[in-house]
């Protein structure tokens, strides 16, 4: 512990929050737990006792704990405003997990606090630092397979309908879209540089309004299409394909993958091998200290006009399906 310098303040002791720190703890170049704040005082104390730092009772003691550099909310999504705001208008840099709002009303908010504060803000969508996903990115970018032609992204898992846990409860923000179903539109957002002009999307809910799978067709403006896909009622195999006049693209468990594949017809297969331990949390929490020692207060992988076209797709999205008379 000896040479990390980047404390980190946790807002939200969570399942995401374990998973970070098991993470952060072992394999970040610098970052550290400082500080950690959850409702049941007992659930910070349990993760403090495992991976250190300070476990408070409020989140401003949180936030004032001794070593804070910056700040990482974990809370629901329905939270995710309230307490980057919080933080941000401290002056506190923010790293605030996926999805980054759950409107872009609360996102242009979030975003306006990061510049009258000067503080440095990023969504956490661990996808675009992963080194097989930039690798996918960088082949598809120079024309590996030739002219962009298509993409197709699924993440569909089954999970246990339970009323009153984050995934199906709209309260706090719950459905597969804004779950899972945002990677999808993020790997769309990192592979074509353009918005698409025609959106369409159909889904099925769950008793409690939100939805439990949704299928989303987007065509873009040289005619290239994307088609996405994610649910919590049935098991996928879960991957991206990058499609171009001259091969394809393949990552597997594409949100994390450990290696990218590409494939060019008359040519051996190549593989890049980007293994690394852990999950691979520890990568956008690098970026953001490296950008934060540096005084920027925006990522290039993950600037903030990345997470408003995201999150306008996603409220599209909804829009497609209002159409059909299925509320969203």
Request: aromatic share 10%; glycine share 8%.
């Amino acid at each position: 512990m000896t040479n990390r310098d980047f404390g980190l303040c946790f807002i939200g002791a969570g399942s995401i929050a374990r998973r970070v720190l098991a993470d952060i703890s072992k394999h970040s170049k610098g970052c550290y737990l400082a500080s950690i704040y959850s409702r049941q005082l007992a659930n910070a104390e349990r993760l403090s006792s495992q991976h250190g730092g300070i476990p408070c009772a409020s989140i401003d003691e949180a936030m004032g704990a001794p070593g804070v550099k910056a700040v990482y909310v974990a809370t629901p999504n329905t939270f995710h405003k309230e307490h980057s705001v919080n933080a941000l208008k401290k002056g506190l840099p923010v790293l605030c997990e996926k999805p980054v709002a759950t409107t872009l009303l609360d996102l242009k908010e979030m975003a306006e606090a990061a510049r009258d504060h000067s503080a440095f803000f990023m969504e956490g969508m661990w996808t675009a630092h992963n080194p097989a996903v930039k690798k996918a990115v960088e082949w598809a970018k120079e024309g590996q397979i030739g002219k962009l032609r298509a993409m197709s992204a699924s993440f569909s898992s089954r999970s246990k309908y339970d009323p009153k846990s984050r995934l199906f409860d709209p309260s706090l923000g719950g459905g597969a879209l804004f779950d899972i179903g945002v990677y999808t539109v993020a790997m769309a957002r990192l592979l074509f540089s353009d918005m698409p002009e025609e959106l369409e999307a159909v889904a099925e809910y769950a008793p409690t309004g939100v939805d439990s799978q949704c299928a989303v067709t987007m065509k873009y403006k040289d005619g290239a299409i994307a088609r996405l896909f994610c649910g919590t009622s049935a098991n996928e195999p879960d991957e991206c394909l990058i499609s171009g006049e001259q091969g394809f693209i393949r990552l597997e468990k594409f949100w994390a993958p450990k290696k990218a594949q590409l494939f060019v017809p008359g040519h051996d297969a190549e593989i890049f091998d980007g293994n690394f331990p852990g999950e691979g949390f520890q990568f956008e929490f690098d970026a953001m200290r490296e950008d934060v020692l540096a005084g920027r207060i925006e990522n290039a992988l993950v600037p903030h006009e990345f997470s408003f076209s995201v999150m306008e797709l996603v409220e599209r999205i909804g829009e497609s399906c209002q159409k059909q008379g299925i509320l969203f």
